[in-house]
């Protein structure tokens, strides 16, 4: 069986085509040197001797070698949105749900969430702006998107052994789709997410948190005119109990608004989940 080893030498990797065979007498299987091939990242499939081309571990060495380049993966990422972006406007989520399985094979659900599909939502929304596409197609993406989240929520099979968090948003807020990235995300990382409905009101959310007894509270706020509310809640759930809340979403800005919360606008998941396990409960806002 033939396959490549890298050998490095001060710092600097070399690539060899190798052969495995039985040894018989010694009972082990000894390693013969094929064909010395070179610095490892100059090395391409071409410069395989054809009669090793073919197998698959050496084929597969240099597919996953070639699609781990940043250049390659910013030019799938671009290519992936431009077909994703189709199969929203269609409304076609099981479509975008393959596109999502062959990108999430090669780097990761967290990358698709991430690199891919947050920044096409921000496309989508340009657009519309914009007036590139009007607002039945932009209703049509922000559905199929919808859906897609959702069948990745409904066949999530992660095991939940970490935090429980509890998303909320402040009544008349009626956009879900961040919560639902957001709770895909968590998700994915082995929390147990209480994702509330829009429109539940503030006495069933505070019922939710006496039940879940969650280890942290998100609130999504994305119309400014619904700031106030959202202060209102944050400080009646401040006031009965002693629980971390992070607070984001379109309509939070900046810190400059007393929220009385951590703000969690420009944080990454990693960044949220180290504030999560922190055993410090204070409401600071955080840059």
């Known amino acids: 069986m033939a396959y490549l080893r890298v050998k490095s030498i001060r710092g600097q990797k070399y690539l ?5 065979a039985w040894d018989a007498k010694k009972k ?60 929203f ?13 062959s990108y999430e094979k090669i780097y990761g659900f967290d990358s698709f969430l991430n690199e891919v599909l947050i920044p096409l939502i921000d496309e989508i929304e340009s657009l519309g702006y914009s007036k590139k596409i009007d607002l039945g197609t932009q209703t049509t993406c922000y559905n199929a998107i919808q859906d897609l989240m959702n069948h990745i929520l409904e066949n999530n099979s992660t095991k939940m052994t970490k935090k429980k968090i509890l998303i909320c948003v402040p009544y008349g807020e009626q956009h879900t789709l961040g919560t639902k990235v957001l709770e895909s995300q968590l998700l994915s ?26 280890d942290c509270i998100f609130v999504s706020v994305t119309l ?28 939070v800005k900046s810190d400059s608004t007393d ?22 409960i204070e409401v600071l806002p955080i840059a």
């Open 16 to 20: 060899y085509l190798v052969k495995s």
């Open 89 to 101: 406007k269609n409304g076609d989520y099981i479509e975008a749900n393959s596109l999502l399985e």
């Open 28 to 87: 082990t299987s000894k390693q013969t040197i094929i064909k010395y091939l070179g610095i490892e990242s100059d090395v391409s499939i071409n410069d395989i001797p054809s009669d090793y081309r073919d197998s698959k571990k050496i084929s597969d060495y240099f597919m996953n070698q070639k699609y781990f380049q940043p250049t390659v993966q910013t030019e799938i990422t671009q290519k992936l949105q431009k077909d994703l972006l189709s199969s």
């Open 224 to 251: 400014d005119e619904n700031i106030l509310s959202a202060q209102r809640m944050i400080q009646k759930i401040n006031d009965q109990y002693k629980i971390r809340i992070i607070v984001g979403g379109q309509a």
């Open 259 to 280: 929220w009385n919360a951590s703000i969690g606008q420009n944080l990454s998941i990693p960044k949220i989940l180290k504030i999560i396990q922190s055993k410090k």
């Open 189 to 214: 990382k082995g929390n147990t997410v209480y994702n509330l409905s829009p429109f539940t009101p503030v006495s069933s959310i505070m019922e939710s948190i006496e039940y879940n007894n969650p």
